[in-house]
T-cell receptor, first 113, second 111 residues
Framework: NAGVTQTPKFQVLKTGQSMTLQCAQD?????MYWYRQDPGMGLRLIYY???????DKGEVPNGYNVSRLNKREFSLRLESAAPSQTSVYFC????????????FGSGTQLSVL | AQSVTQLDSHVSVSEGTPVLLRCNYS??????LFWYVQHPNKGLQLLLK??????LVKGINGFEAEFKKSETSFHLTKPSAHMSDAAEYFC?????????FGAGTTVTVRA
């Protein structure tokens, strides 16, 4: 049981480049999330998907797009990377309501130069 | 919508002394509440969760938290800090699939 698998672990981009962060969970969870973590700001929600076929903006969606490809996969795309998007990104899935727990991926450290 | 406030950005304790991390939430309904810990350069690990059962919740590594509805608080405590408790701690409030993180509390433990 792999849990939440997130790739890549590290990435360096130049300003203006694009990339997609991949996330997959094998726990049959309905809800999936993308967070970014910056020092002193905790984890801020970028986008979430409450269920397959739906996506919604979180606190900081600007500059990002998401795709809920199927129940397992939820990808995050940066169309034109900016230095302000340098951060650690976490994907998560949520087992709820009866088994509430967030399962996190191992994170992606992204640097935009 | 709910929001979470962690009242201390940094807590420093001596090894063997109690630890208190404070968390207040605001929500129109009674949310599920969680504490997560993140050790340096590591992912997030669930310490404990409250989901409307007992108000005193015991977690891993000797941590516990008490849900107080009247105070809208969910403070995390540990009777005796260990060096390995040095980490960042996050309080999280969740209502169904909507989850909000506090800004985090960094705990340092002095020998």
């Amino acid at each position: 049981n792999a849990g939440v698998t997130q790739t890549p672990k590290f990435q360096v981009l130049k300003t203006g480049q694009s990339m997609t962060l991949q996330c997959a969970q094998d726990m049959n969870h309905n809800s999936m999330y993308w967070y970014r973590q910056d020092p002193g700001m905790g984890l801020r929600l970028i986008y979430y998907s409450a269920s397959e076929g739906t996506t919604d903006k979180g606190e900081v969606p600007n500059g990002y797009n998401v795709s809920r490809l199927n129940k397992r996969e939820f990808s995050l795309r940066l169309e034109s990377a900016a230095p302000s998007q340098t951060s650690v990104y976490f994907c998560a899935s949520f087992a709820g309501p009866s088994g509430e727990k967030l399962f996190f991926g191992s994170g992606t450290q992204l640097s935009v130069l | 919508a709910q929001s979470v406030t962690q009242l201390d950005s940094h807590v420093s304790v001596s090894e063997g002394t109690p630890v208190l991390l404070r968390c207040n939430y605001s929500s129109s309904y009674s949310p599920s509440l969680f504490w997560y810990v993140q050790h340096p350069n590591k992912g997030l690990q669930l310490l404990l969760k409250y989901t409307s059962a007992a108000t005193l919740v015991k977690g891993i590594n000797g941590f516990e938290a008490e849900f107080k509805k009247s105070e809208t608080s969910f403070h995390l405590t540990k009777p005796s800090a260990h060096m390995s408790d040095a980490a960042e701690y996050f309080c999280v409030a969740g209502l169904f699939y909507k989850l909000s993180f506090g800004a985090g509390t960094t705990v340092t433990v002095r020998a």
